[in-house]
T-cell receptor
Framework: SQTIHQWPATLVQPVGSPLSLECTVE??????LYWYRQAAGRGLQLLFYSVGIGQISSEVPQNLSASRPQDRQFILSSKKLLLSDSGFYLC??????????????FGSGTRLTVV | GDSVTQMEGPVTLSEEAFLTINCTYTATGYPSLFWYVQYPGEGLQLLLKATKADDKGSNKGFEATYRKETTSFHLEKGSVQVSDSAVYFCALSEGGNDMRFGAGTRLTVKP
């Protein structure tokens, strides 16, 4: 069966420090991968998505970046964190068959607090 | 572009009450529609989905019917439980592209 792992679960980082969040998927190949951010009490904001190794699309300009070094690995990074980067970060994957999207499977999330 | 609008919360109900969370969408074609649920401190879980008009998605006592004529996908449950307390997200995906989420509706069920 397919599983998605996301870590760490919680993270407290000082302003200006770097960030690396990792997400891996098991049990499927060539998934579409996504990074979302959920600010406190708010909806989901799509940050990045990837349809293949090395292919990254950014939805919003910011000091975050994403990379996909392997088929089932998706990394969210920052060189210098801002206070506004605090939030709940969610990784997700999906498999697209034809023109139908069968839904996303989400990781358990990383709660990032920048202090 | 495609978008989803869902009723603002929070919604507070007593146990065994009837639940409706409204969701309407805007799309150029024929999207797939979804409801996700997020329990406190967790990621989102797919609750139910519908891929074409008049389809009814159902799971765990929740139902939603894809209404193309009203561009709606309202979530309903006949008798809510305390364990249903969570944030519910309506979402759509068109042409297999990335999913668009509503802002989420927080539901609190009191015993």
């Amino acid at each position: 069966s397919q599983t998605i792992h996301q870590w760490p679960a919680t993270l407290v980082q000082p302003v200006g420090s770097p960030l690396s969040l990792e997400c891996t998927v098991e049990g499927t190949s060539n998934p579409n991968l996504y990074w979302y951010r959920q600010a406190a009490g708010r909806g989901l904001q799509l940050l990045f998505y990837s349809v293949g190794i090395g292919q990254i699309s950014s939805e919003v300009p910011q000091n975050l970046s994403a990379s996909r070094p392997q088929d089932r690995q998706f990394i969210l990074s920052s060189k210098k964190l801002l206070l506004s980067d605090s939030g709940f970060y969610l990784c997700a994957w999906s498999v697209r068959r034809g023109q139908l999207n069968y839904g996303y499977t989400f990781g358990s999330g990383t709660r990032l607090t920048v202090v | 572009g495609d978008s989803v609008t869902q009723m603002e919360g929070p919604v507070t109900l007593s146990e065994e009450a009837f639940l409706t969370i409204n969701c309407t969408y805007t799309a150029t074609g024929y999207p797939s529609l979804f409801w996700y649920v997020q329990y406190p401190g967790e990621g989102l879980q797919l609750l139910l989905k519908a891929t074409k008009a008049d389809d009814k998605g159902s799971n765990k006592g929740f139902e939603a019917t894809y209404r193309k004529e009203t561009t709606s996908f309202h979530l309903e449950k006949g008798s809510v439980q305390v364990s249903d307390s969570a944030v519910y997200f309506c979402a759509l995906s068109e042409g297999g592209n990335d999913m668009r989420f509503g802002a989420g509706t927080r539901l609190t069920v009191k015993p």
